[in-house]
């Protein structure tokens, strides 16, 4: 499973505070990737990093920040959530291969009231 | 920019039947395709992906997928389904060029819900 953790797995909060999410990885790879699921839409890319303080947005970054201040660890924050953020959350690494594929973690539910 | 659109966002089928799930990308460039699998409440698992060379590849629980590059298509099929093939699937695109600056990223479909009945 590519020792992807993420945290919390659940989290509800209210409209207006700070989220940060967690992936953490056991394996030092170098590409890591935040999406968001919705019905509908399938996954879309948030943020991505292609190392230690290396990252960029993706498809739907508004409204989120991320940092990689170790190899392992790469943060999802959300400044100040919206109802709109509501969504399932999936941290994906990739493996240094040509393999090419990405693997996830098990997902985090977010709920912004 | 690349895009992918899976044709049918539901397929509901008799266990036992064959099924194909169908999906059409769009690049300017060349691509690695992927399938993924997302069974109830759980994350998304690899089930095969088109990297280079045969057009047909294979996933150890009897999925196929074919790589058409003049129709753009990467349709997925199984000959004869089980009960415990009721899941999301997604279809994905990336950029296979090694030298370039996607960095690996994925676009995906709007997802596939195969139900199989009993």
């Known amino acids: 499973d590519a020792g992807i953790t993420q945290s919390p797995r659940h989290k509800v909060t209210e409209t207006g505070t700070p989220v940060t999410l967690r992936c953490h990885q056991t394996e030092n790879h170098r590409y890591m990737y935040w999406y968001r699921q919705d019905p509908g839409h399938g996954l879309r890319l948030i943020h991505y990093?292609?190392?230690?303080?290396?990252?960029d947005k993706g498809e739907v970054s508004d409204g989120y920040s991320v940092s990689r201040s170790k190899t392992e660890d790469f943060l999802l924050t959300l400044e100040s959530a919206t109802s709109s953020q509501t969504s399932v959350y999936f941290c994906?690494?990739?493996?240094?291969?040509?393999?090419?594929?990405?693997?996830f973690g098990p997902g985090t539910r977010l709920t912004v009231l | 920019a690349q895009s992918v659109t899976q044709l049918d966002s539901q397929v509901p089928v008799f266990e036992e039947a064959p099924v194909e799930l169908r999906c059409n990308y769009s690049s300017s460039v060349s691509v690695y395709l992927f399938w993924y699998v997302q069974y109830p409440n759980q994350g998304l698992q690899l089930l095969l992906k088109?990297?280079?060379?045969?057009?047909l590849v294979e996933s150890i629980n009897g999925f196929e997928a074919e790589f058409n590059k003049s129709q753009t298509s990467f349709h997925l099929r199984k000959p004869s389904v089980h009960i415990s093939d009721t899941a999301e699937y997604f279809c994905a695109v990336s950029d296979s060029n090694a030298g370039g600056t996607s960095y690996g990223k994925l676009t995906f479909g709007q997802g596939t819900i195969l139900t199989v009945h009993p």
């Open positions: 990093s292609y190392g230690v303080k290396d990252t």
């Open positions: 994906a690494i990739r493996l240094d291969s040509r393999g090419r594929e990405q693997f």
């Open positions: 088109y990297l280079s060379g045969s057009t």
